[in-house]
């Protein structure tokens, strides 16, 4: 018995012929209401195309996209259908690139980044307009407006999962339709944000960063001159009516252009973000926002923060002196910066003028007066160790240079504990430290005021 080998230009072939049965049938389903033969059908050409959408050619890409979203679509998986159904209007939008791949496939790449991505060279670009998309509007509508209705209600009643799922749904269903409003996600955020579902709002500001959304949004306005009543219009329409003059049924043309919240949606991503603890992502964020936004002072502070959170203390302190460098007056990063070089001896002057920077502008900043106190006072502990070696070793004068420097430590030190005191005069730890700064300066009468004040605040459980 021979056998038979088919080349693989036949096979391609075969399996085209046998996805565009299957879609063709498919449609035909889904058309008559057969939901159930409509999906099985767009199951099996899965099954040979896997995943390969390109191999299909436009017009079969868009009947695979309509027999497919409204398959899902009408099982109830709304949102998912959607996003299928949306395809056809990129179809419509976007160049087909075509042309050949390394085994022969006939390839259909849609728009110019996929055609890029798959590394064929010599495509040919062409377009395609969709047939279905009346099809598709006539079975959206009439859900996207339930949708809605079903979004605004669970927000008054505060379901905000559900509204933020119901807007979300609205918005895909309007895109497949070939309206793409991304303030309707913008209201699924809003919702999601109220009901602190941080993991399902972070994915929609990186759905809108990555769409390019920024909510600027021209308006095109009348008053009806018979209703009396403001009308939004297409600009060709408006240009139109507003030529007309007096003739026109419209006055007062207006021409509003809304805001962008680019900058907004930056910041509030970034923010959840280091809320849910996913640093290296804030940092990500923050770069592509200060890329639109340079020295846009919150999202180079949450850059900051996620490197300090992350544990990578340089690239803090980088960020912290740019952030000093080009606002000076910006006392909070002053204090940050003193805290992050503190603790390496070898930064020891930079660190006591970052605080000293903070406290220059604001003379009640307790935590920097704190800090600096503590600072120059140094490591008590390992003095008095150093003290006693020497002591034990017979090096009485090297002991009393260590003893001498200590002295001179506290001396420098106490005015910015006694001015850290002054701002919580309750502040047992400012109290405790005071007593001993007392004691080793030999002023005895402020020791036993501050040894009382100790007592009492202790009595008064104060921690």
Same mark, same amino acid.
């Given at each position: 018995?021979?056998?038979?080998?088919?080349?693989?230009?036949?096979?391609?072939?075969?399996?085209?012929?046998?996805?565009?049965?299957?879609?063709?049938?498919?449609?035909?389903?889904?058309?008559?209401?057969?939901?159930?033969?409509?999906?099985?059908?767009?199951?099996?050409?899965?099954?040979?195309?896997?995943?390969?959408?390109?191999?299909?050619?436009?017009?079969?890409?868009?009947?695979?996209?309509?027999?497919?979203?409204?398959?899902l679509v009408k099982t109830g998986k709304?949102?998912?259908?959607?996003?299928?159904?949306?395809?056809?209007?990129?179809?419509?939008?976007?160049?087909?690139?075509?042309?050949?791949?390394?085994?022969?496939?006939?390839?259909?790449?849609?728009? /110019?980044?996929?055609?890029? #991505? @798959?590394?064929?060279?010599?495509? +040919?670009? !062409? *377009?395609?307009?969709?047939?279905?998309? &009346?099809?598709?509007?006539?079975?959206?509508?009439?859900?996207?407006?339930?949708a809605n209705k079903m979004a605004i209600?669970?927000?008054?009643?505060?379901?905000?999962?559900?509204?933020?799922?119901?807007?979300?749904?609205?918005?895909?269903?309007?895109?497949?339709?070939?309206?793409?409003?991304?303030?309707?996600?913008?209201?699924?955020?809003?919702?999601?944000?109220?009901?602190?579902?941080?993991?399902?709002?972070?994915?929609?500001?990186?759905?809108?960063?990555?769409?390019?959304?920024?909510?600027?949004?021209?308006?095109?306005?009348?008053?009806?001159?018979?209703?009396?009543?403001?009308?939004?219009?297409?600009?060709?329409?408006?240009?139109?009516? /507003?030529?007309?003059?007096? #003739? @026109?049924?419209?006055?007062?043309? +207006?021409? !509003? *252009?809304?805001?962008?919240?680019?900058? &907004?949606?930056?910041?509030?991503?970034?923010?959840?973000?280091?809320?849910?603890?996913?640093?290296?992502?804030?940092?990500?964020?923050?770069?592509?926002?200060?890329?639109?936004?340079?020295?846009?002072?919150?999202?180079?502070?949450?850059?900051?923060?996620?490197y300090f959170s992350s544990g990578k203390?340089?690239?803090?302190?980088?960020?912290?002196?740019?952030?000093?460098?080009?606002?000076?007056?910006?006392?909070?990063?002053?204090?940050?910066?003193?805290?992050?070089?503190?603790?390496?001896?070898?930064?020891?002057?930079?660190?006591?003028?970052?605080?000293?920077?903070?406290?220059?502008?604001?003379?009640?900043?307790?935590?920097?007066?704190?800090?600096?106190?503590?600072?120059?006072?140094?490591?008590?502990?390992?003095?008095?160790?150093?003290?006693?070696?020497?002591?034990?070793?017979?090096?009485?004068?090297?002991?009393?240079?260590?003893?001498?420097?200590?002295?001179?430590?506290?001396?420098?030190?106490?005015?910015?504990?006694?001015?850290?005191?002054?701002?919580?005069?309750?502040?047992?730890?400012?109290?405790?430290?005071?007593?001993?700064?007392?004691?080793?300066?030999?002023?005895?009468?402020?020791?036993?005021?501050?040894?009382?004040?100790?007592?009492?605040?202790?009595?008064?459980?104060?921690?």
């Open positions: 018995m021979k056998k038979i080998f088919l080349s693989i230009a036949v096979v391609s072939m075969t399996f085209a012929l046998a996805q565009k049965k299957e879609i063709s049938n498919a449609v035909k389903a889904i058309d008559g209401g057969d939901t159930a033969t409509a999906n099985a059908q767009v199951s099996a050409a899965e099954s040979v195309m896997n995943g390969n959408v390109y191999l299909l050619e436009p017009a079969l890409q868009e009947q695979y996209y309509y027999a497919k979203g409204l398959g709304v949102s998912e259908g959607a996003v299928y159904l949306a395809k056809i209007n990129e179809l419509a939008k976007n160049k087909i690139y075509s042309g050949k791949d390394a085994s022969k496939n006939r390839v259909y790449y849609v728009g /110019k980044a996929a055609a890029d #991505a @798959s590394g064929i060279q010599g495509l +040919k670009e !062409e *377009t395609y307009s969709p047939t279905l998309l &009346q099809n598709v509007e006539k079975a959206i509508f009439p859900l996207a407006d339930k209600d669970a927000f008054n009643q505060k379901n905000f999962n559900l509204s933020g799922s119901k807007f979300k749904e609205t918005y895909y269903l309007l895109k497949a339709a070939g309206s793409d409003d991304g303030s309707i996600l913008l209201n699924a955020v809003t919702a999601y944000t109220n009901g602190k579902n941080n993991v399902e709002s972070i994915k929609i500001f990186e759905e809108l960063i990555g769409m390019g959304y920024t909510g600027v949004q021209t308006n095109y306005l009348a008053t009806n001159k018979k209703s009396g009543e403001q009308e939004k219009m297409n600009k060709t329409i408006f240009d139109f009516q /507003k030529k007309l003059g007096e #003739a @026109s049924e419209f006055k007062d043309f +207006k021409v !509003e *252009t809304s805001p962008s919240v680019e900058k &907004q949606i930056y910041q509030n991503l970034t923010d959840e973000l280091y809320t849910e603890k996913r640093y290296d992502e804030v940092i990500k964020y923050a770069d592509l926002g200060l890329k639109k936004f340079p020295n846009d002072e919150k999202l180079v502070n949450i850059k900051g923060l996620a203390s340089a690239e803090f302190i980088e960020v912290l002196k740019g952030q000093v460098a080009a606002n000076p007056k910006d006392v909070d990063s002053w204090y940050n910066l003193g805290i992050m070089l503190k603790s390496d001896p070898a930064q020891y002057e930079a660190a006591k003028a970052a605080f000293l920077k903070a406290i220059e502008l604001n003379p009640n900043y307790a935590n920097a007066l704190q800090n600096i106190t503590f600072l120059i006072m140094g490591d008590d502990g390992k003095a008095i160790d150093d003290y006693n070696e020497a002591r034990k070793s017979g090096k009485i004068d090297a002991a009393n240079k260590i003893m001498d420097a200590r002295k001179k430590r506290f001396a420098e030190a106490l005015p910015y504990a006694e001015k850290w005191y002054q701002t919580d005069t309750t502040n047992l730890d400012a109290v405790t430290l005071l007593k001993g700064l007392y004691m080793s300066t030999k002023n005895d009468a402020k020791f036993q005021e501050f040894k009382a004040k100790e007592a009492a605040l202790e009595a008064a459980g104060k921690k």
